[in-house]
């Protein structure tokens, strides 16, 4: 029998206790072996409970303390393990480590989660799936934060709290927990016309995959890569799934969340336990200035695909999941990604929404893993060497060693520590950044329903009539008709079949387009 704890930096080692053969001690935290764990300490047979049963205070203080908070969106996730190998060198666009040895594998975790649903809810919710991978590098982890659906909601990460706010329960019944079932939700979104693609998206069979291993992902974003000269190509990022693209009809979700809440988490558990391994390709759509001046829309909007017929998708590696987790605490639920987890080799766009996550995942993982040293968890350590001067904090369990704790200084190479390197450290694109301090909007992000017509067309007559069953189901839940009506002038401007099918699924009379909120397409 196996039983161990992973033993933290300068615990001195193995510490365990045998009590018969190969069976482990049950002992305390502090060590002290137990010869009782089911009976408190009493003053007599029946007598009160003391104070001085130190065992039992110590297992009920420590359980008082077991849960930490959800992840304020995308709380529900699944983990696995895995590694990601390269099968074309990106090294003439690119200096980043992971991109220059054809056949080397760079080892990686990786969440699946929905996005609005608390910890306990059902696998199946049409929600958007995130799709978190990381990759431990030689020059670090490279976090590649992404979702199932290529684009997104809204533009600027400023909305990203209404958004949210709008797709969770409403504050004052706490409910509905679906996130597009919702008056809330659609008031949201149909004041927000940029919404609308993704809301195409989201209503079509893509928000109810059938299993992780059938999702697509992608960066979303608009990344840099960035060679050792320091120039720059554009890049979007995309997972394509060897097990195909594959979803459920809602019918069928509805039935497995009340058959199965785990469904996709004890698919993924299954076929990696079996040793059917899933699989996805990494590919790329690789794009100069050029064409980024050139391009109907503009690439820092996050509401915008770049068409594959415009830049074919680049296959350069392969990303297998071949082990589960030991333990869902320990790595699923302490897990924590960052967009801002970059190597040397890839930089971040100007895109505002990107701008935004950069900031905002290190300060909520700040709270949630409670405080600045959750590197030290082994999930989110750095698989390569690392030595920095940061010290201290709550658990802090790798602080460096020797004398010298700041730079410059002059111990040598012995005693002074780490030096800066400016051949091999990260450096951003040299960007020239222009123009007056404001809050605005470029006027390159204002065509809004363009893109979600194209989507619309590009679906097969049955999942353009899934799209329009689930508007009218979903909208069929909003009380408020203003909110309804005000949707379906949205779809005018997308495409007249859908918004009449929708209007009639409702019962609501179609809105003269000359009053629909309509925006130049
Ligand atoms: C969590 C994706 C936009 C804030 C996540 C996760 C994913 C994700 C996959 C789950 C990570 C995990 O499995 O642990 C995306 C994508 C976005 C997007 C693809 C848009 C393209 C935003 C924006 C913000 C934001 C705009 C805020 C400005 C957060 C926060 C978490 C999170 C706070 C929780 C992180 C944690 O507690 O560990 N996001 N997100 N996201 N996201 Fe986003």
Redo the contacts with the bound molecule.
């Keep these: 029998m196996s039983f161990s704890y992973d033993e933290p930096q300068g615990s001195g080692g193995e510490t365990r206790q045998a009590a018969d053969g190969d069976v482990a001690t049950l002992t305390t935290q502090q060590g002290i072996p137990v010869a009782d764990d089911q009976n408190s300490l009493k003053q007599g047979k029946r007598g009160p409970t003391l104070l001085e049963d130190s065992h039992f205070r110590e297992k009920i203080f420590h359980f008082d303390h077991e849960r930490i908070p959800e992840?304020?969106?995308?709380a529900r996730?699944y983990?696995a393990h895995g590694f990601f190998e390269l099968t074309d060198s990106l090294a003439d666009v690119s200096r980043a480590d992971i991109f220059q040895r054809v056949g080397e594998r760079t080892p990686a975790f990786v969440?699946?989660?929905t996005?609005a649903g608390s910890k306990g809810s059902f696998d199946l919710a049409r929600d958007?799936r995130?799709?978190?991978v990381k990759l431990y590098t030689q020059e670090g982890n490279w976090d590649l934060?992404?979702?199932n659906i290529p684009v997104?909601f809204?533009q600027d990460?400023i909305k990203?709290?209404d958004l949210i706010h709008s797709a969770k329960p409403e504050p004052d019944r706490n409910f509905p927990q679906a996130q597009t079932a919702h008056d809330n939700f659609w008031d949201f979104v149909s004041l927000t016309p940029e919404s609308f693609h993704m809301i195409m998206w989201t209503m079509s069979d893509r928000a109810i995959p059938r299993s992780f291993r059938t999702m697509e992902g992608?960066?979303?974003?608009t990344f840099r890569l960035l060679d050792a000269e320091g120039r720059s190509t554009f890049v979007k990022f995309h997972w394509k799934p060897r097990q195909g693209l594959q979803s459920v009809v809602w019918n069928e979700a509805v039935k497995i969340n009340g058959a199965d809440p785990d469904f996709h988490r004890r698919d993924l558990w299954d076929a990696i336990n079996g040793g059917d391994f899933p699989e996805w390709e990494l590919g790329v759509q690789l794009f100069d200035d050029d064409f980024a001046d050139g391009f109907d829309f503009d690439v820092l909007d996050?509401t915008k695909i770049i068409p594959e017929e415009l830049v074919p998708v680049r296959i350069i590696g392969r990303l297998v999941l071949d082990r589960v987790v030991d333990n869902f605490f320990a790595e699923t639920e302490q897990?924590?990604?960052c967009t801002q987890n970059v190597p040397p080799g890839i930089d971040f766009s100007n895109d505002p929404?990107?701008q935004?996550?950069n900031?905002?995942?290190l300060?909520?993982?700040i709270k949630?893993l409670g405080g600045p040293n959750f590197t030290h968890i082994p999930i989110n350590a750095p698989k390569c060497p690392m030595a920095h001067f940061q010290q201290d904090g709550h658990m802090a369990m790798r602080n460096p060693k020797g004398r010298a704790n700041y730079e410059p200084n002059s111990w040598g190479a012995a005693d002074g520590g780490p030096r800066e390197d400016p051949a091999r450290g990260f450096t951003s694109f040299a960007e020239t950044a222009d123009g007056p301090k404001q809050r605005i909007r470029s006027e390159s992000f204002a065509d809004h329903y363009s893109q979600a017509r194209q989507f619309l067309v590009s679906q097969t007559p049955i999942e353009r009539k899934h799209i329009g069953d689930a508007l009218v189901f979903e909208l069929s839940k909003v009380e408020r008709p203003d909110i309804r009506s005000r949707v379906v002038s949205h779809l005018l401007n997308i495409d007249a079949t859908l918004a009449a099918t929708v209007a009639d699924g409702l019962g609501l009379a179609l809105p003269d387009p000359a009053v629909a909120a309509r925006e130049p397409i």
């Design positions: 992840r304020v969106v995308h996730g983990g969440r699946f989660s996005v958007v995130g799709f978190a934060v992404g979702n997104f809204i990460a990203f709290p992608f960066g979303v974003h996050a897990v924590a990604f929404l990107l935004g996550r900031f905002s995942y300060d909520t993982q949630r």
